[in-house]
């Protein structure tokens, strides 16, 4: 089955410094990218969703200035925390639609980052 | 709005059989996942339903009713690594996903 590819697992942090999350979709080509973050015991909050070569269209209240996403290419997404603070310490979440996933627009998912910011 | 309602925790013994049921409203419809995620992991993907009917994949089946706006997963023979919480996610009409908190899954022996 399609992999995608999210590191690093972890991350600590400290407070001010900016932090890079990479994506990659291993064996397709994904057209569209999202961005997700959970805080323990809630629901997946939709942060951004980033087409391949355009800017990412952000949810209301997520600050596009602090949450960096690139998109350059079909396989590759990245997420960069600017200036982070102890309140973005959460679970990261990626996942990434195949292109030729028409049908039923299957979602596959990376294995997360934890980020701590102290 | 859009919405979902699932319950929030479930308990099942090992080896039963459980049902969770999901009400959603969404501008729009176009299918509902289930995704199971363990704790601190991303979800994984269970079952996909468009059409109105039961879809069975081995011990867990996903039924739908759009008409009603309701969905149930069923998982049958259950093993301690069922363990999880279990997403409910309809898609609307712009092909969005809409999340629910999930049902946390508890077996027992």
């Known amino acids: 089955g399609a992999v995608v590819s999210q590191h690093p697992s972890w991350v600590i942090c400290k407070s001010g410094t900016s932090v890079k999350i990479e994506c990659r979709s291993l064996d397709f080509q994904a057209t569209t990218m999202f961005w997700y973050r959970q805080f323990p015991k809630q629901s997946l909050m939709l942060m951004a969703t980033?087409?391949?070569?355009?800017?990412?269209?952000?949810e209301q209240g997520v600050e596009k200035d602090k949450f960096l996403i690139n998109h350059a290419s079909l396989t590759l997404s990245t997420l960069t925390v600017t200036s982070a603070h102890p309140e973005d310490s959460s679970f990261y979440i990626c996942?990434?639609?195949?292109?030729?996933?028409?049908?039923?627009?299957?979602?596959?998912f990376g294995s997360g980052t934890q980020l701590s910011v102290l | 709005g859009q919405n979902i309602d699932q319950p929030t925790e479930m308990t099942a013994t090992e080896g039963a059989i459980v049902q969770i049921n999901c009400t959603y409203q969404?501008?729009?419809?176009?299918?509902l996942f289930w995704y199971q995620q363990h704790a601190g992991e991303a979800p994984t993907f269970l079952s996909y339903n468009v059409l109105d009917g039961l879809e069975e994949k081995g011990r867990f089946s996903s039924f739908l009713s759009r008409s009603k706006g309701y969905s149930y997963l069923l998982l049958k023979e259950l093993q301690m690594k069922d363990s999880a919480s279990y997403l409910c996610a309809p898609m609307d009409s712009n092909y969005q996903l809409i999340w629910g908190a999930g049902t946390k899954l508890i077996i027992k022996p």
């Open positions: 969404t501008s729009g419809f176009n299918g």
């Open positions: 980033s087409n391949e070569g355009s800017k990412a269209t952000y």
């Open positions: 996942s990434a639609r195949d292109r030729g996933g028409a049908g039923n627009e299957k979602l596959f």
